[in-house]
C-alpha cells in the first residue's frame, strides 16, 4: 500500500487526538475537585477544605481571562479559566450550605435547650459582605455575599484593564499575576493544615492530582522553553504539594493536638 493511502486515515486521527488534548486542557484543571467535592457532600463536612483555595483559583482565572484581552493565547485556556471559575463558585455554594447547615443545627439545640430567647439573642450575628470587616473576609454566612465579592473584583480589575490595555508592560505584568496567584493555590491548604494540626477532611486524591498536574505541566514548560516566570511559578507548585503530601505523612503517623480555640465554635474557623 502507498504512504499517501493511510492519509485518509492519519488526518482524522490527528483531529481527534487534537480535540481530545484541547478537551483535557479544558477540564482537567477541574478533575482534582470531584472528589473533594464528593466528599463534603457524603460528610456533610467541609472543615477540611479551605476555601481560600477558592478565592486563589478565582481571582487568578479572572486575571488570565482579562490577560487574554491584552495577549490573546489558545482559546482551550481561556474556556478552561472559564470552567474553572464556574467549578469554583460551586465549591463555595456547597462549603457555605455546610457551614450555614451545621451553624443552624448548634443553634437550635441551643434554644430547644433555653427557657427564653435568650441565647437565640446571645448567637453570633451571621457575616456579610457589606461588612467589610477584613477580620470576617471571605467568611460569610451567605453564597450571594462571595458572588458579590467576585463580580465586584472583575468589575474594578476590567475597568482598570480598559484603561491600560494599550500599554505592554501592564498587560505582562497582569499575565505574570495571573501566573503567580496561581503558583499560590496550596498555600491556603498548606496554612489550614498547619493551624489544624491535621489533614483530615482533606482530599489525599485532590492533593495527589494537584501533584501530578503541576509536574507534568512544569516539565512542559522547560522542555518547551516557556517565559522564564512560567517554570518558576511551575516549580513553586510543586514544592507546595510535596509540602502538603508531606503533611499527609507527618501528621498520619505522628498525630499531633489541635490548637485550641477559645472563641465560641460557632463563631471560629470559618471556611
Known amino acids: 500500500m502507498e504512504p499517501g493511502g493511510l492519509e485518509w486515515l492519519l488526518v482524522p486521527m490527528q483531529q481527534l487526538v487534537s480535540w481530545g488534548a484541547a478537551g483535557a486542557m479544558v477540564f ?42 491584552g495577549r490573546r493565547f489558545e482559546s482551550p485556556l481561556l474556556w478552561q479559566s472559564i470552567i474553572m471559575i464556574i467549578t469554583m463558585l460551586l465549591m463555595l455554594k456547597l462549603c457555605t450550605e ?26 453570633p450575628p451571621k457575616r456579610s459582605y457589606l461588612d467589610f470587616d477584613l477580620n470576617y473576609f471571605w467568611h460569610w ?11 465586584t473584583f472583575t468589575g474594578v480589575t476590567g475597568y482598570i484593564t480598559y484603561l491600560w490595555l494599550d500599554s505592554s508592560l501592564f498587560v505582562e505584568t497582569l499575565g505574570f499575576l495571573a501566573v503567580f496567584t ?18 483530615e477532611g482533606m482530599s489525599i486524591k ?9 509536574t507534568f ?11 522564564f516566570q512560567f517554570s518558576i511559578c511551575g ?34 474557623k470559618a471556611l
Open 182 to 199: 496561581e503558583a499560590m493555590l496550596g498555600v491556603p491548604q498548606l496554612y489550614r493544615n498547619y493551624q489544624n494540626r491535621s489533614t
Open 28 to 69: 482537567g484543571g477541574v478533575v482534582p475537585y470531584i472528589p473533594q467535592y464528593r466528599d463534603i457532600r457524603r460528610t456533610q463536612n467541609a472543615e477540611g477544605f479551605s476555601t481560600y483555595v477558592c478565592l486563589v483559583l478565582l481571582v487568578a482565572n479572572i486575571l488570565r481571562i482579562l490577560f487574554w484581552f
Open 235 to 268: 516549580l513553586l507548585q510543586v514544592f507546595v504539594d510535596i509540602a502538603i503530601l508531606l503533611q499527609v505523612y507527618l501528621y498520619s503517623y505522628y498525630p499531633q493536638k489541635p490548637v485550641s480555640h477559645t472563641a465560641h465554635p460557632a463563631s471560629t
Open 206 to 214: 485532590m492533593v495527589l492530582m494537584w501533584t501530578s498536574g503541576d
Open 98 to 123: 455546610v457551614r450555614v447547615s451545621n451553624e443552624l443545627n448548634i443553634k437550635r439545640r441551643s434554644f430547644a435547650a433555653a427557657d427564653s430567647k435568650d441565647e437565640e439573642i446571645k448567637a
Open 141 to 151: 454566612s451567605k453564597f450571594t455575599d462571595y458572588l458579590q465579592c467576585v463580580l
Open 217 to 227: 505541566k512544569t516539565v512542559y514548560f522547560i522542555l518547551n522553553q516557556a517565559p
